[in-house]
């Protein structure tokens, strides 16, 4: 027999007492002033927390909220703007208020109400606000409501770290908060049924301790919101005019801070991959592994030799690997030549470095080319038209920093290393990092390739020294 489905359509129910509410579908809210409860129907975990937490918010909500705010005003001094933006926030604190007392009574399942579609949020937002710039205050409001609809559920982390990556400048304002919301919204300062005694001039009224509790939350959410927008509001005048004193100035897209080579090679700055696009999958890392079951028919002796009769074999699928590419004016690395050796080290990290135009003179760059199935949309110009290499070295260790032992580690290089330091000791250098990660070498890019496709047939060939290294010793 087919589950019956609750209906989307706003329907009325009846409570315990006799009162009329109406039941919606949606985000989880509830307030008796308006009567109204609002849940997602799913048949799901998520769907469950969230009827769970609407419940609960409806009975934390008292029927003289607003009297009791009015308390609240007159024994804090508010004005009527203040408690205006107070009374915004207070739904979204009572939410997060029910949330903690199902948490303080063990019931951990309601922690499902928000999962990832709430991070994925945060992304999507960010993007609305670059496209259009006349609605970016608005968003930075929302941005921290989705951070406060969040607490106490698995999605809390995610959207925090995605905060961190796409508007830092929220995640800042709401950290010196952070603990003190949370742990305000558990345990008895969510409990309706404490009262305390609130005073002003002669008198003296008591509140619900959830109520009074909630309402300072309601506040500093208020104030963040506040904070954030202005902050927000900085940071953009500052990128339109990066010039203005007083202002921070706009980083480059992808630079990280310049860094020194040290005694033997030059400067130089790192651009990670920003504008990327997909890069076709290639053959790089890929091998044959025994299966008991597929097309292709491998040693019938694992018939009896292996207790699960693997006699078949597939291709598993490519590992990546590192590829580091010498874009000195010798090696300047073409569109063309750059497709061929990504569709033959699909999945790999490719990084390139010459002399950087776009910095002083005698700064070198490092650029990220592909990484994680993704790859720059166009070659940078410094490694395109090509330069000094001044880095070798330094490149070489970058790479290194993100390179998995089993990978393979591919160096495209004549070898003409030039620095800081005598040539013996730069070439000497290279070759000690090189030997740490097992490396290949290749001496041009159609040597790269056929290295490429010999590692994903399976072979492990040894490759010479690139020609300039000859006559160095070890």
Same mark, same amino acid.
């Given at each position: 027999?087919?589950?019956?489905? /609750?209906?989307?359509?706003?329907?009325?129910?009846?409570?315990?007492?006799?009162?009329?509410?109406?039941?919606?579908?949606? @985000?989880?809210?509830?307030?008796?002033?308006?009567?109204? /409860?609002?849940?997602?129907?799913?048949?799901?975990?998520?769907?469950?927390?969230?009827?769970?937490? $609407?419940?609960?918010?409806?009975?934390?909500?008292? %029927?003289?909220?607003?009297?009791?705010?009015?308390?609240?005003?007159?024994?804090?001094?508010? %004005?009527?703007?203040?408690?205006?933006?107070?009374?915004?926030?207070? &739904?979204?604190?009572?939410?997060?208020?029910?949330?903690?007392?199902?948490?303080?009574?063990?019931?951990?399942?309601?922690?499902?109400?928000?999962?990832?579609?709430?991070?994925?949020?945060?992304? @999507?937002?960010?993007?609305?606000?670059?496209?259009?710039?006349?609605?970016?205050?608005?968003? %930075?409001?929302?941005?921290? +409501?989705?951070?406060?609809?969040?607490?106490?559920?698995?999605?809390? @982390?995610?959207?925090?770290?995605?905060?961190?990556?796409?508007?830092?400048?929220?995640?800042?304002?709401?950290?010196?908060?952070?603990?003190?919301?949370?742990?305000?919204?558990?345990?008895?300062?969510?409990?309706?049924?404490?009262?305390?005694?609130?005073?002003?001039?002669?008198?003296?009224?008591?509140?619900?301790?959830?109520?009074?509790?909630?309402?300072?939350? #309601?506040?500093?959410? $208020?104030?963040?919101?506040?904070?954030?927008?202005?902050? =927000?509001?900085?940071?953009?005048?500052?990128?339109?005019?990066?010039?203005? &004193?007083?202002?921070?100035?706009?980083?480059?897209?992808?630079?990280?801070?310049?860094?020194?080579?040290?005694?033997?090679?030059?400067?130089?700055?790192?651009?990670?991959?920003?504008?990327? #696009?997909?890069?076709?999958?290639?053959?790089?890392?890929?091998?044959?592994?025994? $299966?008991?079951?597929?097309?292709?028919?491998?040693? /019938?002796?694992?018939?009896?030799? +292996?207790? @699960?009769?693997?006699?078949?074999?597939?291709?598993?699928? =490519?590992?990546?690997?590192?590829?580091?590419? +010498?874009?000195?004016?010798?090696?300047?690395?073409?569109?063309?030549?750059?497709?061929?050796?990504?569709?033959?080290?699909?999945?790999?990290?490719?990084?390139?470095?010459?002399?950087?135009? %776009?910095?002083?003179? =005698?700064?070198?760059?490092?650029?990220?080319?592909?990484?994680?199935?993704?790859?720059?949309?166009?070659?940078?110009?410094?490694?395109?038209?090509?330069?000094?290499?001044?880095?070798?070295?330094?490149?070489?260790?970058?790479?290194?920093?993100?390179?998995?032992?089993?990978?393979?580690?591919?160096?495209?290089?004549?070898?003409?290393?030039?620095?800081?330091?005598?040539?013996?000791?730069?070439?000497? +250098?290279?070759?000690?990092?090189?030997?740490?990660?097992?490396?290949?070498?290749?001496?041009?890019?159609?040597?790269?390739?056929?290295?490429?496709?010999?590692?994903?047939?399976?072979?492990?060939?040894?490759?010479?020294?690139?020609?300039?290294?000859?006559?160095?010793?070890?």
């Amino acid at each position: 027999m087919k589950e019956k489905q /609750i209906p989307i359509e706003p329907r009325l129910v009846t409570d315990e007492r006799g009162e009329g509410w109406t039941a919606r579908n949606g @985000a989880p809210s509830a307030s008796r002033t308006t009567r109204t /409860i609002a849940a997602e129907y799913e048949r799901t975990p998520r769907g469950k927390a969230s009827r769970l937490v $609407a419940l609960v918010q409806a009975r934390l909500e008292p %029927d003289n909220l607003a009297e009791q705010m009015d308390t609240y005003a007159k024994a804090r001094g508010r %004005d009527a703007d203040e408690m205006r933006a107070l009374t915004e926030q207070l &739904p979204r604190v009572l939410q997060v208020q029910a949330l903690g007392a199902l948490l303080t009574s063990d019931h951990p399942e309601a922690s499902k109400m928000a999962d990832r579609r709430e991070s994925a949020r945060v992304r @999507a937002l960010t993007d609305y606000a670059e496209a259009i710039p006349a609605q970016a205050e608005k968003v %930075d409001a929302a941005l921290v +409501d989705l951070w406060a609809a969040t607490l106490h559920t698995d999605a809390e @982390a995610a959207v925090w770290r995605n905060l961190g990556k796409y508007a830092p400048h929220i995640r800042e304002v709401i950290r010196p908060h952070r603990a003190w919301i949370r742990r305000a919204t558990v345990g008895s300062r969510a409990d309706n049924t404490a009262s305390v005694q609130v005073k002003w001039d002669d008198e003296t009224q008591r509140m619900n301790a959830n109520i009074f509790n909630a309402a300072q939350i #309601a506040e500093t959410l $208020a104030a963040i919101a506040k904070h954030a927008q202005d902050s =927000g509001r900085v940071k953009r005048e500052a990128a339109q005019d990066p010039t203005k &004193p007083g202002e921070p100035t706009k980083k480059k897209p992808g630079t990280n801070k310049p860094q020194t080579g040290g005694k033997l090679w030059r400067d130089y700055n790192t651009y990670t991959l920003t504008e990327r #696009a997909t890069h076709p999958n290639g053959q790089l890392g890929r091998k044959w592994a025994s $299966a008991p079951y597929g097309k292709s028919v491998g040693p /019938i002796s694992r018939e009896i030799t +292996d207790p @699960a009769a693997r006699i078949f074999r597939r291709r598993t699928s =490519g590992r990546g690997g590192t590829v580091v590419v +010498d874009c000195s004016g010798s090696m300047a690395l073409q569109p063309a030549q750059l497709e061929a050796i990504l569709k033959a080290a699909g999945g790999a990290t490719v990084y390139a470095y010459t002399s950087d135009y %776009d910095a002083p003179q =005698g700064v070198c760059g490092i650029w990220e080319l592909a990484r994680n199935g993704k790859r720059v949309r166009e070659i940078p110009t410094s490694c395109a038209h090509g330069g000094d290499n001044g880095i070798d070295g330094e490149a070489l260790r970058h790479a290194l920093k993100t390179h998995r032992k089993s990978d393979p580690f591919i160096w495209i290089t004549d070898g003409g290393v030039t620095g800081r330091g005598q040539l013996a000791d730069m070439v000497n +250098d290279c070759r000690a990092t090189m030997r740490q990660a097992r490396g290949y070498y290749a001496h041009d890019h159609e040597q790269a390739v056929r290295l490429l496709h010999a590692i994903a047939r399976g072979a492990r060939p040894r490759t010479a020294e690139p020609p300039y290294f000859a006559g160095t010793t070890a």
